[in-house]
């Protein structure tokens, strides 16, 4: 309780607090004041005074003692700290996964990284089984890439040339993209710049229209990043974790590097 009158202390409160915090209700001849608020650093008033007849009837002060704001938050996770996990949290969680149905996953084959594209692959998947497949080859335009030549033409010599030129596989590829879109994730490994060239070349050619491309394309190295792993490389994290992948040669197959960017995706989200 207060030391001073009861008019010293409320105005001792009005002077160091202002009004700010206090509730007054007059009616009648009566006056009623009732406050609450910090009254120095880490020290809570709560007060109440009642005049009738502008005579102070009665007052009263109470001083809490050390309670912070900081100090409700922090018994909040302290009591949540000995709580069973179910219950901590209850609404949205944040981390929660979106679960992923049907898989649109590509990759492209260039004659050097801003050439053109001379073997695309896609292989679309619903609940984790593949249910549609493209693989399409073309001669190479121009002279071939010194890289190319060693390190990718020897990992795609199973895969037959099936159109003669490069229009007529883009053309394939996006028809088969159009009719195995819909409700589908599309997604690639580090897709900038192949995949994307690839996807700008449908459209600049006239093979699929101006909203016909991926909203969004989900470029899998922003998920492999996010969960801590090297986002430029999908075999490591395969090897790390054990994934099979089925066999469809190594890198720079795009069948292989289609599946495993598939394979991968569907990992992250378990």
């Known amino acids: ?57 009665f007052s009263f002060f109470i001083f809490i003692l050390p309670f912070r704001p900081s100090f409700f938050v922090n018994l909040r996770k302290l009591i949540e700290k000995g709580m069973p996990k179910t219950f901590k949290r209850v609404g949205k969680n944040k981390n929660k996964k979106m679960k992923i149905n049907k898989i649109f996953s590509f990759d492209a084959e260039t004659n050097g990284l801003w050439g053109k594209a001379f073997s695309i692959a896609a292989l679309v998947y619903e609940n984790g089984i593949e249910i549609a497949r493209f693989i399409g080859r073309c001669p190479i335009e121009g002279e071939t890439n010194g ?32 009719a ?13 710049i192949v995949e994307v060239k690839l996807l700008r070349d449908a459209h600049d050619l006239g093979f ?6 991926p909203y969004p394309l989900i470029d899998i190295a922003g998920n492999l990043q996010q969960a801590g792993e090297d986002p430029t490389s999908v075999d490591d994290y395969v090897q790390k974790h054990g994934l099979k992948v089925r066999d469809f040669g190594t890198t720079h197959n795009p069948l292989y590097d289609s599946e495993v960017a598939a394979v991968v995706f569907q990992h992250l989200q378990i």
């Not at 202002?18 to 608020?37: D, N, P, Q």
């Not at 699929?208 to 491309?213: K, L, N, Q, S, T």
Request: hydrophobic share 45%; charged share 20%.
């Open 1 to 57: 309780m207060g030391c001073k009158s009861n008019l010293e202390q409320l105005a001792f409160w009005r002077e160091t607090r202002g009004e700010k915090g206090t509730l007054t209700i007059k009616y009648s001849g009566f006056h009623l004041a009732v406050g609450f608020g910090w009254l120095t650093d880490g020290v809570w008033i709560i007060f109440m005074s009642f005049w009738a007849g502008g005579e102070n009837i």
């Open 147 to 178: 890289w190319v030549a060693e390190n990718v033409l020897p990992k795609m010599t199973d895969i037959a040339v099936t159109h003669g030129s490069y229009d007529e596989m883009v053309r394939a590829f996006a028809e088969f993209y159009l």
């Open 180 to 192: 195995n879109k819909a409700d589908a994730t599309v997604i690639a490994h580090m897709g900038f």
């Open 208 to 213: 699929i229209g101006d909203w016909d491309a």
